[in-house]
């Protein structure tokens, strides 16, 4: 069975339907090039910019024991080069900015594409969609976490304090962390303009540090050749699979470039990427290998080894480094708050309070629980883990799985709306494919070490996504069972007319063909009818963002009666009255402050026949009662609203 994902009802008529996507503002024509690029420097790349505190240190730390020491970080520093190359200039920055969904990327847009590219909604499209939103969550955890602590963590070697302050790294890492989830509330508006400049010199720096240091031993130079990375891992079996999960820990973050593509565009993401980016991360990266081939003891911390350890040079840096570090992290955050607004947009999730942070600036947004919830996650993971050796090994699974789920997804897109032929996605994408496999079965060697984490938290945010859309479905097949044509409802209206109030009545329904339950219980309970009567439904497209064209549609349905079409994308924010006063260009003229808004809503019980098992039900029942108020969602005025109810089993 097809499984329809959006434009279904809530246990309100009305769909759930959410505020505007974070970060920064959507690339626009008034924004120079460099600007653009500028920003993404600071959002896109931040994850990826702190990589370099810990990727080598990691996986040099697995191979410790194997082959010979310049071998193993020879090939150390040619898996990372190859996989930076492959896996974001290739897949990314090359094919999936592509597969752009009337300019967004991520799971949430890869998928409506996917689904648009099919003709139809799919059971496993769906399922790999909701699979990608919940490791995103799981990634999204860890990261602040990981990040921050691996920056404060250079306290141990600072001049003038070394291991005198070992103690406090953690509660300084904490503090910072909880400031950082505290100030969500306030907007980013004031810190966002300083992310790009920060990450620049934070990228410059990087750079002139590998290339102070690539002079320590030229031969890494070597490890431009690939033979260096294949022959490490054939020789090491295994083991080599374990370095691999370290390695990956280079291009965590990689994600950002195609999630973030409706920020800035494709090009000024892959300028910044190709222009800058790259080219610091590598050469900071053979700077390591190089330092750690002169001097074999820096492999226990190469990046901070490679700081001159003058307090006028090493203390700068590590504020650089914490800075980009906290920067990192809240791109995360409000990439979670992001990815919340689409997947309640899409009724993947129930209703979220979601908080505009601005005014002026779109895309500033705050969701208490999410933040809430990530400050207790990551609070937790710092007191499981206690250092960033230990969150190393929980890190890297999530985000795996999220590139091969978007692999997959653009294969779809690529043969059925691209006309790929199969031997050229064989080509492609099959080898893409094998190397995120190769990547993600590498980290789920780590389960045991905290891997499991991520893992176990996916799990649960899929299990409570097909929950709702499933109960949802369940609720609206329900719905269309009992529910009579409005056609039908004005006939009988016109044969027997009831007691007629002055005004304008405006009802939500899911469905506009179908009479709303809050119509038939006023007719039933009140026995009233308005002067003027409006069939409102709230549509949510598969695309980001809809025309204004487009956005509504009239059809008068009797003298009395009027249906209403408003439809949104994913991204936006439904703003109910303020689009219905464009109605009046159009002909439906009203008053909105003397119109009354029916919701119906629905008194869930569970059923055992209804098709999900008892738990489930229980669960979907519990997500309805914790769900957000949607008079807030559609930002209607509270004191015309009249909800009218009705009870359904699940």
């Known amino acids: 069975m097809d499984v329809q994902v959006p434009n279904q009802p809530s246990p309100l008529e009305p769909d759930p339907l959410p505020a505007k996507p974070p970060r920064v503002r959507r690339a626009g024509h008034k924004r120079g090039f460099a600007t653009l690029s500028l920003g993404a420097v600071g959002v896109v790349f931040g994850d990826i910019g702190t990589s370099p505190l810990y990727a080598m240190r990691e996986a040099l730390a697995h191979s410790r024991a194997v082959g010979p020491p310049e071998l193993a970080v020879l090939g150390v520093v040619s898996l990372v080069l190859w996989t930076l190359t492959l896996i974001v200039s290739v897949k990314y920055v090359l094919f999936l900015m592509r597969a752009d969904n009337k300019g967004e990327g991520g799971p949430v847009a890869?998928?409506?594409?996917?689904?648009?590219?099919?003709?139809?909604?799919?059971?496993?499209i769906f399922f790999l969609g909701i699979v990608g939103i919940a490791l995103f969550y799981g990634d999204g955890v860890i990261t602040p976490a990981f990040s921050v602590l691996s920056a404060v963590e250079g306290l141990k070697t600072a001049p003038l304090l070394a291991h005198r302050v070992d103690h406090f790294v953690l509660p300084i890492a904490a503090g910072i962390l909880i400031w950082l989830f505290l100030v969500q509330a306030r907007g980013t508006k004031r810190m966002a303009s300083w992310f790009g400049p920060v990450t620049t010199a934070w990228f410059l720096t990087l750079g002139a540090l590998g290339l102070f240091h690539i002079r320590d031993d030229l031969s890494i130079l070597r490890a431009f050749w690939p033979g260096y990375?294949?022959?490490?891992?054939?020789?090491?079996?295994?083991?080599?699979?374990?370095?691999?999960?370290?390695?990956?820990?280079?291009?965590?973050?990689?994600?950002?470039?195609?999630?973030?593509?409706?920020?800035?565009?494709?090009?000024?993401?892959?300028?910044?990427?190709?222009?800058?980016?790259?080219?610091?991360?590598?050469?900071?990266?053979?700077g390591q290998g190089a330092l750690v081939l002169h001097h074999p003891a820096?492999?226990?911390?190469?990046?901070?080894?490679?700081?001159?350890?003058?307090?006028?040079?090493?203390?700068?840096?590590?504020?650089?480094?914490?800075?980009?570090?906290?920067?990192?992290?809240?791109?995360?955050?409000?990439?979670?708050?992001?990815?919340?607004?689409?997947?309640?947009q899409l009724g993947l999730l129930p209703r979220i309070a979601i908080n505009r942070t601005s005014e002026t600036q779109t895309?500033?947004?705050?969701?208490?629980?999410?933040?809430?919830?990530?400050?207790?996650?990551?609070?937790?993971?710092?007191?499981?883990?206690?250092?960033?050796?230990?969150?190393?090994?929980?890190?890297?699974?999530?985000?795996?799985?999220?590139?091969?789920?978007?692999?997959?997804?653009?294969?779809?897109?690529?043969?059925?709306?691209?006309?790929?032929?199969?031997?050229?996605?064989?080509?492609?994408?099959?080898?893409?494919?094998?190397?995120?496999?190769?990547?993600?079965?590498?980290?789920?060697?780590?389960?045991?070490?905290?891997?499991?984490?991520?893992?176990?938290?996916?799990?649960?945010?899929?299990?409570?996504?097909?929950?709702?859309?499933?109960?949802?479905?369940?609720?609206?097949?329900?719905?269309?069972?009992?529910?009579?044509?409005?056609?039908?409802?004005?006939?009988?209206?016109?044969?027997?007319?009831?007691?007629?109030?002055?005004?304008?009545?405006?009802?939500f329904t899911s469905n506009a063909d179908l009479a709303p339950v809050a119509l038939m219980h006023n007719l039933k309970h009140n026995k009233v009818?308005?002067?003027?009567?409006?069939?409102?439904?709230?549509?949510?497209?598969?695309?980001?963002?809809?025309?204004?064209?487009?956005?509504i549609r009239i059809e008068p349905i009797g003298r009395d009666f009027k249906k209403v079409i408003l439809s949104y994308g994913f991204m936006e924010n439904p703003n109910v009255p303020k689009t219905l006063t464009q109605c009046r260009r159009m002909g439906l003229k009203f008053d909105i402050m003397s119109t009354t808004f029916f919701l119906g809503r629905r008194s869930i019980v569970p059923d055992i026949r209804s098709g999900m098992p008892l738990w489930q039900d229980r669960l979907f029942i519990f997500l309805i009662r914790n769900a957000a108020n949607p008079t807030d969602f559609f930002h209607i005025p509270p004191g015309r609203v009249v909800e009218l109810g009705t009870q359904v089993s699940v």
């Open 363 to 507: 895309g500033q947004i705050f969701v208490p629980t999410v933040n809430g919830l990530m400050m207790g996650g990551v609070l937790i993971l710092l007191v499981v883990f206690q250092s960033s050796h230990g969150l190393a090994a929980a890190y890297g699974a999530a985000v795996t799985g999220t590139m091969l789920i978007s692999t997959l997804l653009a294969a779809v897109v690529a043969r059925h709306m691209w006309k790929w032929k199969v031997g050229q996605i064989a080509l492609f994408l099959i080898p893409l494919s094998f190397i995120d496999a190769v990547f993600l079965v590498s980290n789920l060697f780590k389960l045991a070490q905290g891997a499991w984490l991520p893992v176990v938290f996916g799990a649960g945010l899929v299990i409570i996504m097909w929950t709702w859309s499933r109960g949802v479905r369940i609720l609206s097949e329900k719905t269309l069972a009992e529910s009579i044509p409005v056609a039908d409802v004005i006939d009988m209206l016109t044969a027997r007319p009831p007691q007629r109030a002055p005004g304008t009545a405006l009802f």
């Open 529 to 551: 009818l308005h002067q003027n009567n409006v069939i409102l439904t709230v549509n949510t497209t598969e695309t980001p963002r809809v025309s204004e064209e487009n956005r």
């Open 110 to 124: 890869l998928m409506a594409l996917a689904q648009r590219a099919l003709g139809r909604s799919t059971k496993p």
């Open 229 to 286: 990375g294949i022959g490490f891992l054939i020789e090491n079996g295994v083991v080599g699979f374990l370095i691999l999960g370290s390695v990956f820990l280079a291009v965590t973050g990689a994600e950002a470039l195609y999630a973030d593509m409706g920020h800035f565009g494709k090009w000024p993401i892959r300028a910044a990427w190709l222009v800058l980016v790259f080219p610091c991360l590598a050469l900071n990266y053979l």
């Open 298 to 344: 820096a492999r226990h911390s190469p990046f901070f080894e490679m700081v001159p350890h003058s307090p006028f040079a090493y203390w700068p840096v590590l504020a650089l480094a914490t800075t980009a570090a906290v920067i990192a992290s809240q791109a995360v955050i409000t990439g979670a708050f992001s990815m919340t607004q689409q997947a309640v």
